[in-house]
């Protein structure tokens, strides 16, 4: 039931909204394109962006040369902004439509990246049938980036109320098979010139 009720929310979103009208919005994303860096991504590397919506990392992750790209997202409106907007470029990238919470990995990757969706699950089930799949669909020694509004960053968000996190409440929530590597603030202006302050935190995989 909750699925159906946050599909229609985010379906409804997109379809009153251009991708530049949404407050996550970034041209450029600088934060998470550094930090696909800073864990040896190569062009082969297989990465998932989950939650990965309308969002232009996919574009700049393309532009870099890199191969196996997946965007997983519960809206197929989203997907399909960023489908028609890569035009042809979008058949070397493979689309989910899908619930993190209930998606059924059939791939595994080495890097998940996750900017503005872990922080919308807001009770203990949801986050640990997220971690669940994440579990499943990375690889051993892989990468987690989760990107979160911070302990002082915004309580709602599109509508909805959100979970804020820091680097030590994702890091009990993803247990010992993982370990801090990077933690790190970032200040995000929204298209209306809004500040929101999020916390980008990103785990190596050790058993």
């Given at each position: 039931?909750?699925?159906?009720?946050?599909?229609?929310?985010?379906?409804?979103?997109?379809?009153?909204?251009?991708?530049?009208?949404?407050?996550?919005?970034?041209?450029?994303?600088?934060?998470?394109?550094?930090?696909?860096?800073?864990?040896?991504?190569?062009?082969?590397?297989?990465?998932?962006?989950?939650?990965?919506?309308?969002?232009?990392?996919?574009?700049?992750?393309?532009?870099?040369?890199?191969?196996?790209?997946?965007?997983?997202?519960?809206?197929?409106?989203?997907?399909?902004?960023?489908?028609?907007?890569?035009?042809?470029?979008?058949?070397?990238?493979?689309?989910?439509?899908?619930?993190?919470?209930?998606?059924?990995?059939?791939?595994?990757?080495?890097?998940?990246?996750?900017?503005?969706?872990?922080?919308?699950?807001?009770?203990?089930?949801?986050?640990?049938?997220?971690?669940?799949?994440?579990?499943?669909?990375?690889?051993?020694?892989?990468?987690?980036?989760?990107?979160?509004?911070?302990?002082?960053?915004?309580?709602?968000?599109?509508?909805?109320?959100?979970?804020?996190?820091?680097?030590?409440?994702?890091?009990t929530l993803l247990g010992s098979d993982f370990t801090l590597i990077d933690s790190r603030r970032r200040q995000h202006a929204t298209p209306w010139h809004a500040v929101q302050k999020f916390q980008f935190s990103t785990f190596r995989r050790v058993a």
């Amino acid at each position: 039931m909750k699925t159906t009720y946050l599909q229609a929310h985010w379906e409804n979103l997109y379809a009153t909204r251009s991708e530049t009208e949404v407050s996550w919005f970034e041209e450029v994303p600088a934060q998470s394109l550094e930090l696909i860096e800073l864990v040896g991504a190569q062009p082969a590397s297989a990465i998932i962006d989950v939650g990965g919506g309308a969002s232009r990392l996919v574009d700049n992750l393309l532009a870099k040369g890199f191969e196996n790209i997946t965007v997983l997202d519960l809206s197929a409106a989203a997907l399909n902004s960023a489908h028609a907007r890569l035009g042809d470029k979008a058949d070397a990238v493979k689309w989910i439509v899908a619930d993190a919470t209930e998606w059924r990995p059939t791939e595994t990757y080495d890097i998940w990246h996750d900017r503005a969706a872990f922080h919308f699950l807001t009770n203990e089930r949801e986050q640990r049938a997220y971690i669940q799949r994440l579990k499943q669909a990375l690889k051993p020694s892989g990468y987690v980036i989760i990107g979160t509004f911070a302990l002082d960053g915004p309580q709602r968000c599109s509508g909805l109320a959100v979970a804020r996190h820091s680097a030590e409440s994702l890091s009990t929530l993803l247990g010992s098979d993982f370990t801090l590597i990077d933690s790190r603030r970032r200040q995000h202006a929204t298209p209306w010139h809004a500040v929101q302050k999020f916390q980008f935190s990103t785990f190596r995989r050790v058993a």
